[in-house]
Antibody
């Protein structure tokens, strides 16, 4: 059974870069499947950030595209999120997830990690 | 961008009731509509994918239907453990993924 676990700083200063990692166990990330990041501001709904496929094909939400990078480290079986120039609006619980086999949905999720942007 | 309009935003129902949530897309999304359940402090859980397919292990009281732009999620007989927020989610071939605003379901 695949398991995902997010990690990274819980507090980031405005204008700095948010960096999170998702450790994957129970499945090789270099095999098939898309891997993605979704966030949820406190008390609000879900927002897709972006996804990666086969370590090199990346897809981002247009509203975040200029600030987001998703990458894969196959040697450590994990993938990462970097979001630059953060503001308070980026405060959210960040989830990593594995897409469904067809890519259209998210079948396996990490528990989520709260990142607060504040000075 | 495809927009998703989910309704109602909240509802309260009794154990045993039939509950329906709707999701409308701003344009035809074919079969690429999924439903999730999220309990407080937890990650979302996929319940139904591609309109009407039940994810493994999900109780059969949950179901989905629809096509094109209009979709429905139904709980046939509400149980106490179904208290949660439910989200629809569409997939566009770009790819892009958009969630509905969510429906908070409470037990009377």
């Amino acid at each position: 059974q695949v398991q995902l676990q997010e990690s990274g700083p819980g507090l980031v200063k405005p204008s700095e870069t948010l960096s999170l990692t998702c450790a994957v166990s129970g499945y090789s990330i270099s095999s098939d499947y898309y891997w993605g990041w979704i966030r949820q501001p406190p008390g609000k709904g879900l927002e897709w950030i972006g996804s990666i496929y086969h370590s090199e094909n990346t897809y981002y939400d247009p509203s975040l595209k200029s600030r987001v990078t998703i990458s894969v480290d196959t040697s450590k079986n994990r993938f990462s999120l970097k979001l630059t120039s953060v503001t308070a609006a980026d405060t959210a619980v960040y989830y990593c997830a594995r897409h469904c086999s067809g890519g259209s949905c998210f079948s396996n999720w990490g528990q989520g990690t709260l990142v607060t942007v504040s000075s | 961008d495809i927009q998703m309009t989910q309704s109602p935003s909240s509802l309260s129902a009794s154990v045993g009731d039939r509950v329906t949530i709707t999701c409308q897309a701003s344009q035809d999304i074919s079969i690429y509509l999924n439903w999730y359940q999220q309990k407080p402090g937890k990650a979302p859980k996929l319940l139904i994918y591609d309109v009407s397919n039940l994810e493994t292990g999900v109780p059969s009281r949950f179901s989905g239907s629809g096509s094109g732009t209009d979709f429905t999620f139904t709980i046939s007989s509400l149980q106490p453990e179904d208290t949660a927020t439910y989200y629809c989610q569409q997939y566009d071939i770009l790819p892009s993924y958009t969630f509905g605003q969510g429906t908070k379901l409470e037990i009377k």
